[in-house]
């Protein structure tokens, strides 16, 4: 082979090299995309599809001194257990009450240590809010948490995946949002929850306002008048049936609520004033 043909055919590889090179990588990334999906959509729930009436009550950024105690009592006679979202720096003021919410049967998941916006941080900052609160719970508890709700319903894609592989957590979001934190009052409050509850929901409210707690017994009541089984979250999850295919790949809805194991998009995070 001449010097001037093997040079030609090391231009030639090189160039092929470059070419293919480009859309490899190009390609890789819808791949990868696609495979993660199914692993997203088992991570992130904001209702679950389930055959039955069953519901999931959360309550988030607790533990109150006075209020949480008030309502574990109304859940006790009620016997209804929820889902109570803490926040790391109430579970260390007041470790005895989430340890009776714990003993009671309800579930105890991470609300972050100080409610910060996860969606405008780094992965250190997140991680430390993360570690710190799992710590908290546990030594509250005895036992390590399984769910994250994140502050403001506010977290990337990318962060789910890493916060999931590291700690092993399911995201809760939710589909019913009285807006109990802008203190409506109670007869609002339980309007808005009775109107939105479908089955399969996740019902998002504040057990740190006087007005969430007073509006609860009629709520419980009429949510159980309608034949509604109150679940935690965790129990809500392992119900989930799959869900009946349909020519249209569009999420299921309940109503105009956009519902069941919503992705959100991973260039952004979506912060809602709830939360
Ligand atoms: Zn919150």
Redesign the pocket.
Known sequence: MSASRLLFFCFISLVTTQLRAEPTIASQDPEKVSRNAPAESSITFSSVHVDGPYIAMTF??GPSATLTPKLLDILAAHRIKATF?VIGENVVQHPEVVARAAREGHEIGN?SWS?PNFGKMSDDGVRGQLQRTDEAIKGATGARPTLLRP??GSITARQKRWIHDQFGYQVILWDVDPYDWKRPGPPVVRNRILKETQPGSIVLS?DIHPGTIEAMPSTFDALAAKGFRFVTVSELIHMAVPEPSSPSPSPRTHGSVPATITPLPSASAVPSPS?
């Open positions: 988030d950024d979202f609300h409610h502050p403001y504040h939360g």
